[in-house]
Nanobody, 118 residues
């Protein structure tokens, strides 16, 4: 099992930036991929960005060009740099890992709240 703790959320004005961090309890090299997800009120959780163990990245269309996912294997962390934030980015942001031959998800944590005001 892996425990994941998100941090870095907060309140920011539209156009501002935040950097989210996810700390893992074990080496993230052992996972197939790491990802950031978000869930806005009344909506389903959606993938925001992901990065594979090989370094390949994928982004939701809504955040392309604004968000950047990165990984620090030595520190067992994955980060999400969010620039040019919009009110529609407001959500609880979660990180998670996918692992094993079945590409399973780890347990979902508490997430970190991001609120973008206009």
């Amino acid at each position: 099992q892996v425990q994941l703790v998100e941090s870095g959320g907060g309140l920011v004005q539209a156009g501002g930036s935040l950097r989210l961090s996810c700390a893992a309890s074990r080496s993230i090299f052992s996972f197939n991929s790491m990802g950031w997800y978000r869930q806005a009120p009344g909506q389903q959780r959606e993938l925001v960005a992901s990065i594979t163990s090989g370094g390949s990245t994928n982004y939701a269309d809504a955040v392309k060009g604004r968000f950047t996912i990165s990984r620090d294997n030595a520190k067992n962390t994955v980060s999400l740099q969010m620039n040019s934030l919009k009110p529609e980015d407001t959500a609880v942001y979660y990180c998670n890992a996918r692992y094993g031959l079945g590409n399973r998800y780890g347990d979902w944590g508490q997430g970190t709240q991001v609120t973008v005001s206009s």
